[in-house]
């Protein structure tokens, strides 16, 4: 299920994003999280299954499309089609958006053919 960052998730949120290729330093990551915090264009979400909080999704809304820019699940539910099905829940939950990649999210959503 896809859900709306919180601030307590903040935690689980940060590890999900240091996951990400160009989030590995600490002060990088915190500003990432900072942006998300702090811009009205910018949104987390959280994949949650069960209890367990699984991946992560961030995404800045523009006029008639969304930019994908974050997307991370955790190394042992990889490989299992979960970054896929938070695409497609996303997509449901803004069927009028465009789905568009950054260079970090590009060749994951041409593999999910959710190219923009």
């Not at 915190?30 to 991946?55: A, S």
């Not at 809304?61 to 695409?87: L, N």
Request: glycine share 6%.
């Amino acid at each position: 299920m896809l859900i709306r960052y919180k601030k307590a998730f903040e935690k689980i949120a940060m590890g999900l994003l240091s996951f990400m290729p160009n989030e590995k330093d600490l002060k990088i990551l915190q500003q990432t999280m900072k942006q998300y915090e702090n811009d009205d264009t910018k949104q987390l979400f959280l994949w949650k299954d069960g209890d367990d909080i699984i991946g992560l999704m961030g995404v800045s809304f523009q006029d008639s499309a969304t930019m994908i820019e974050h997307i991370s699940v955790t190394p042992s539910h990889r490989h299992q089609g979960i970054g896929k099905t938070m695409v497609k829940a996303f997509k449901e939950m803004y069927p009028a958006k465009e789905l568009i990649p950054n260079e970090n999210t590009k060749s994951f959503l041409q593999k999910c053919d959710f190219e923009g």
